[in-house]
């Protein structure tokens, strides 16, 4: 059994040295417990004390996490009140006492059980890291019948790094935050609480870990690298030494990179970028201020089903918009429409099982197919859009009757507004994502009628080159530097200005230096990506000639092997750049 170095996944950046603290979340062994019918109705009402006890502990974290962590991080609290006052779970449990007589542990284990079995059978990834929730709302209703105390994170007495199966929020929502250092779990994927939280609190986490907790003990030494992914337990002295060495430079960079924040995104030779964030969830707002973006280039609204199990009403939505576009005033927030379907969100119950979910019923296509869906989302973005600087972006447009239908909805929410003296921003641009190469290739009729291009580089390279952006076996041919996707780009950008449109690129390409050097030659006017990326592209930005990008790009148009344009991009950027780190 060698794992040591263990391999997981990022889940927050940084490095981190120190001590294991096992944290051994809880499951109580309930048996069943027969009691007789007369004593039904004492079972029932202990129950509902227990659910009332528990529901009053869960308010109060949320409050507490909503003060000290985030709104986000509070708002997975919300929902489990609302399991714990959900008629059918609690009838459930009450029928299960009331016809087999037996305790409401029981009762309610058997309740939750059932739940969770339901849904480990969704072929949904989300869904599935819901499950943890079901078990901790469950833990704290046993607790509060037996009086077994929950084991919490909360009294540590020294530093440490957690190492868990998993973690439950309440494990992290109560945690003493200044002691712990890092965490290094087995469990979680990309949407866990466990990663959630990481981020929010800046402390650097590797998750889904394969079988960590067989080999550390309490009180071993641990380098958590939350950049990489990797987790070494009691490394050797030279190990040890080079992490040291690996946080120190992390941590400098971090902080000569944050020092750039407030300056601009021009080139030596006067050439202001636009400089946007990524976001998925209106908490990233910090940190996209943190890290200097002038607005956002694309927020993606489909992230708003974390928080939900249904569809977001009309207004939970206008309030998640509205608090970007508030927050980030006057710079633009641009709002893309739902890209559902494909590999984000959908459950095989929700929808008709595809055979190519990436070809399928996804983005505009389901919006357009659910037009009351679609319209309660652009009538959350028009009414938040008297708040700031908002634009509409639609995803994965692949003709032009496309762009009129959605546009036709929204002239239709326009019109309805205005009867109602409803106001909205009149003069709301709408864009759309070019990320379907026939959209591409029809570039200079689209912009004609669109007011921007938001170029998806990650569907862009994947329809591009018929290379699943998730599927490693194929991943090597998945390359931004394939002369079809430089040609493609650079014919998208000249459309859009032929037209008086300006374009942008929101995909991934934008937040590597070398990629954005050679975007910024073809003549792109934005850049949006995730916050961490935008310190090291400004600052390329600000070491380069814009007419020296362009004599580049033009060169490189004229090559046809990927590997040698990379090349010559990084000598040609190191030349710029001496010292720039390239990855
Ligand atoms: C893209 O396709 O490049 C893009 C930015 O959209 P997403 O990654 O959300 O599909
Ligand atoms: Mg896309």
């Not at 704290?140 to 077994?148: A, D, E, K, T, Y």
């Not at 080999?215 to 050797?236: H, L, Q, S, Y």
């Not at 200097?292 to 569809?311: H, M, N, P, Q, S």
């Not at 762009?403 to 641009?429: C, H, T, Y």
């Amino acid at each position: 059994m060698k794992q040591n170095p263990f391999k997981g996944t990022s889940a927050s950046p940084g490095i981190i040295i120190g001590d294991v603290f096992i944290f051994d979340s809880q499951k109580y062994v309930i048996e069943k417990t027969l009691i007789p019918p007369k004593d039904v109705p004492l079972e029932i009402k202990k129950l509902k004390d227990a659910i009332e006890v528990s529901k009053n502990e869960v308010l109060k974290i949320k409050e507490a996490v909503n003060r000290e962590i985030g709104e986000t991080q509070a708002a997975i609290f919300n929902f489990h009140h609302l399991m714990l006052d959900d008629p059918q779970v609690l009838n459930t449990a009450f029928e299960i006492i009331e016809k087999e007589n037996v305790t409401a542990e029981y009762a309610i284990q058997t309740t939750f059980d059932k739940i969770i079995s339901n849904l480990s059978q969704l072929d949904n990834a989300y869904i599935k890291e819901r499950q943890s929730d079901y078990n901790d709302i469950c833990l704290r209703v046993i607790g509060n019948l037996s009086g077994i105390k929950h084991k919490t994170l909360e009294t540590l007495d020294k530093k440490v790094i957690v190492v868990a199966h998993d973690l439950s929020p309440s494990d992290t929502a109560n945690m003493d935050k200044s002691k712990v250092l890092g965490f290094a779990i087995e469990m979680g994927g990309p949407t866990s609480h466990t990663v959630i939280m990481a981020k929010a609190l800046e402390i650097p986490a590797v998750v889904g870990i394969n079988n960590i907790l067989g080999f550390v003990k309490n009180g071993d030494k641990i380098i958590v690298d939350g950049t990489e992914g990797v987790v070494i337990v009691n490394p050797d002295n030279k190990t040890l030494k080079k992490y040291q060495i690996k946080k120190y430079e992390f941590e400098t960079v971090e902080k000569s990179l944050f020092k750039l924040a407030q300056l601009k995104a021009k080139t030596l030779d006067g050439y202001e970028v636009e400089l946007a964030a990524n976001i998925e969830l209106p908490d990233e707002i910090e940190h996209v201020k943190k890290h200097g973006a002038k607005g956002i280039g694309l927020f993606r609204t489909e992230f708003i089903f974390l928080r939900k199990v249904d569809l977001p009403t009309e207004n939970e939505q206008f309030e998640e918009y509205k608090k970007v576009v508030k927050a980030m005033s006057p710079d633009p927030v641009i709002i893309r429409t739902f890209d559902l379907g494909g590999d984000k969100f959908m459950s095989k119950s929700a929808l008709m099982e595809e055979l190519n979910p990436f070809l399928g019923l996804r983005a505009i296509r389901l919006s357009l197919k659910f037009p009351d869906m679609f319209k309660t989302q652009l009538r959350a973005i028009l009414h938040a859009s008297v708040y700031g600087n908002v634009k509409i972006l639609f995803p994965m447009i692949s003709g032009i009757n496309e762009f009129r239908q959605a546009k036709g909805l929204i002239e239709s929410v326009k019109e309805d507004f205005k009867n109602k003296s409803i106001p909205f921003d009149q003069n709301i641009q709408m864009g759309i994502m070019i990320e379907i190469p026939s959209a591409a290739l029809i570039a200079e009729s689209l912009a004609q009628e669109v007011d921007f291009f938001s170029i998806g580089t990650n569907d862009l390279i994947q329809y591009l080159l018929a290379v699943d952006r998730g599927n490693e076996k194929v991943s090597y041919l998945y390359d931004p530097l394939h002369p079809s996707v430089l040609k493609l780009i650079k014919y998208v950008i000249d459309s859009a200005h032929n037209n008086k449109i300006w374009v942008g690129v929101c995909g991934e390409m934008a937040a590597e230096p070398v990629l954005a050097f050679i975007l910024i030659g073809l003549g792109v006017d934005e850049l949006s990506m995730s916050s961490r990326a935008i310190p090291d592209v400004k600052r390329m930005i600000r070491n380069i000639r814009l007419s020296d990008a362009k004599t580049f790009a033009d060169k490189i148009l004229k090559l046809s092997d990927p590997n040698r344009i990379r090349k010559e991009a990084e000598r040609a950027l190191l030349k710029l750049i001496p010292d720039m780190v390239l990855t």
